[in-house]
């Protein structure tokens, strides 16, 4: 299936890591430029030049902190005077700590909300007057399974992620006579860093192994294993294809059918 994605700019925050770079690796590979950003640059500037040698694809790293907004502007600017415009947003950050309500501090909520929320907010204000130019243009917000069933521990990223949801959804409405399509895509438990740093954590606080408490997460899936990030970047790449023009305010989870709802 042709995805119709050669020449088109694409923009991925968090990129040099994890789902970042599994979806910024699709995406070069159906022939898209990239935009990547990440915080640490020697990392970001190794996977930039990975997926350029893997893809051929046209491949700028910024180093930037999209909880700083000034970097956020940053980046835009960078890429536009490159490319001369990003077609495609995939907006991303590493989650906010775990925790349970008693132990959250003021300042790690605040913190959360500029991470989680206020990121993918400035990230879609700088890159909407071009899309709306140009008529044409992809937002995909990389959330959660928690907006759709909560996970035990995860406050933050529960109540955050949700009003992300909200606020995508509600945007989708305002931005879909101009051609733009906004979406969410939910992973579930799939085997990245942050995955394996957050079974370390709780591995610890129940006093098991690591191997044992991801053995209780496959137990919850029906499918019995943890996704791969191939296959979360796979969902990603088709809604930011032409092929994906009439699907548009969706939350779309790829989860081994670990969210037992009905929708």
């Known amino acids: 299936m042709d995805l119709g994605l050669k020449n088109k700019v694409a923009l991925v925050a968090a990129g040099s890591r994890g789902l970042g770079r599994a979806v910024a690796e699709e995406l070069a590979a159906e022939g898209a430029s990239l935009l990547l950003c990440a915080r640490e640059a020697k990392t970001l500037t190794e996977t930039a030049a990975a997926i350029a040698e893997r893809t051929n694809a046209h491949v700028l790293a910024v180093p930037a902190d999209v909880t700083v907004i000034d970097d956020i502007k940053r980046l835009v600017e960078a890429g536009s005077e490159r490319f001369g415009r990003i077609d495609i947003l995939v907006t991303n950050a590493g989650g906010p ?9 003021r300042e790690q909520w605040d913190d959360a909300i500029k991470l989680t929320l206020i990121s993918a907010v400035e990230l879609a204000r700088q890159v909407l007057p071009g899309m709306k130019e140009r008529r044409w243009g992809r937002i995909i917000n990389i959330t959660s399974i928690a907006v759709k069933q909560p996970v035990e521990n995860l406050l933050l990223s529960n109540s955050l992620r949700a009003g ?11 931005v879909a006579a ?10 579930g438990y799939t085997r990245t860093e942050r995955l394996e740093e957050l ?8 006093g098991i192994s690591p191997g044992e408490f991801r053995e209780k997460w496959e137990k919850e899936i029906p499918m019995g294993r943890l996704g791969e ?5 796979a969902l990603v790449a088709f809604l930011a294809s032409e092929r ?13 059918g670990w969210i037992r709802s009905l929708l």
């Open 199 to 206: 079974a370390q954590m709780m591995a610890v606080k129940q």
């Open 97 to 105: 700590p775990a925790g349970r309500f008693e132990q959250l501090t």
């Open 244 to 256: 994906a023009s009439y699907i548009t305010g969706t939350s779309i989870q790829v989860d081994g």
């Open 178 to 187: 101009d051609g733009i399509t906004v979406n969410n895509v939910l992973p």
């Open 229 to 233: 990030p191939r296959e979360f970047a």
């Open 164 to 174: 992300l949801t909200g606020f995508a959804r509600t945007l989708a409405n305002e």
